[in-house]
């Protein structure tokens, strides 16, 4: 008989698994008005999770690099001599300047697998779920300049998981998973929160299909009439029924006009542990950070670099 942690993917694993180490962050995310260096930038992360490491054992947390410092938000705190779960009592802020892990207001809940995204100065966390697995719909905004806490509408439901985006003041969510008893259940739910207009709740659109968690959502200059804005989905994740994620290979559009998703193209050879991001109009693969392959929006070609190449060959020669 499973215990009452055994759970789908995604999901808090059974407490007699956890281990006496400290967890790595589930996300990195790096500020869109970020000014430092690449190498400043590791250098800030390494110091902060260095400092981080001498405050007990978290677990599934996230971070957010700005120029300023690096954010480490959510998560639970594992007791071993304990066997305990417990939601933690802070958050931290690393200040470059100051060389000091500062502790903050804790993100309520001590969520995991929420939906996190800035836009330079505000963290939106939505969703997720507890370390007893317990879906939440809750939403919350960060003001790194106040460093506090705003409670923002609730979800329409709980879900953990989805793809998200902050643009021009509205919320944008995609995808996701349900906790059904002890199964993870992915959707294609597409809901949008205008933050300009405090009477307005979340708005549904179309969902996307089929559905997945975890996708990389892109609100961005349109390739082909900078004053307008293009809506992407890339990527992602689908559960089967033996608790097992797949990669979602599929790089989409939304058609504001006729309000539906529209196929662009397959993402060849997506695997899991690969990473996703954009810059100057382009969506590149990562491994291990290096670039696998480019999406060109405006020319909507892929380019793959030598070393996937490479590696496509020998990986054809084992077969």
Not at 197 to 204: A, L, M, P
Not at 221 to 250: C, F, L, Q
Not at 253 to 279: C, H, K, P, V
């Amino acid at each position: 008989m499973h215990s009452l942690y055994y759970r789908g993917y995604g999901q808090v694993r059974e407490l007699y698994l956890e281990d006496n180490q400290m967890g790595d962050p589930s996300l990195v995310l790096q500020a869109p008005n970020i000014t430092i260096s690449r190498t400043d930038i590791i250098k800030n992360f390494q110091k902060a999770l260095n400092l981080f490491a001498n405050e007990g054992i978290r677990k599934r947390f996230m971070v957010i690099n700005f120029s300023k410092g690096t954010y480490i938000i959510g998560g639970y705190v594992y007791i071993p001599n304990k066997y305990q779960r417990q939601i933690p009592n802070y958050d931290y802020f690393y200040d470059s300047n100051l060389d000091r892990l500062i502790p903050i207001e804790p993100l309520p809940d001590g969520r995991v697998s929420f939906a996190i995204c800035s836009d330079g100065r505000y963290i939106i966390c939505a969703g997720g779920h507890t370390y007893m697995n317990v879906a939440l719909k809750s939403v919350y905004m960060f003001d790194t300049e106040e460093s506090i806490w705003i409670r923002l509408p609730d979800l329409p439901a709980p879900t953990s998981g989805a793809g998200i985006a902050f643009h021009k003041d509205s919320i944008h969510l995609l995808g996701g998973f349900d906790i059904i008893l002890n199964r993870s259940v992915v959707h294609g739910e597409y809901i949008v929160l205008n933050l300009k207009n405090t009477d307005e709740n979340w708005i549904r659109r179309t969902e996307i299909v089929p559905g997945r968690a975890r996708p990389l959502l892109l609100i961005v200059p349109d390739p082909h009439n900078p004053n307008e804005t293009a809506i992407y989905s890339a990527g992602g994740y689908d559960i089967d029924s033996s608790h097992k994620p797949h990669s979602v290979t599929r790089l989409e559009y939304y058609n504001e006009r006729f309000e539906r998703w529209e196929f662009m193209d397959t993402i060849e050879n997506l695997q899991l542990e690969y990473g996703l991001s954009y810059a100057n109009n382009k969506l590149n693969v990562m491994a291990n950070d290096i670039r696998l392959q480019q999406y060109d929006f405006r020319t909507r070609k892929w380019t793959k670099s030598i070393v996937n190449n490479v590696l496509k060959k020998n990986n054809n020669s084992l077969l």
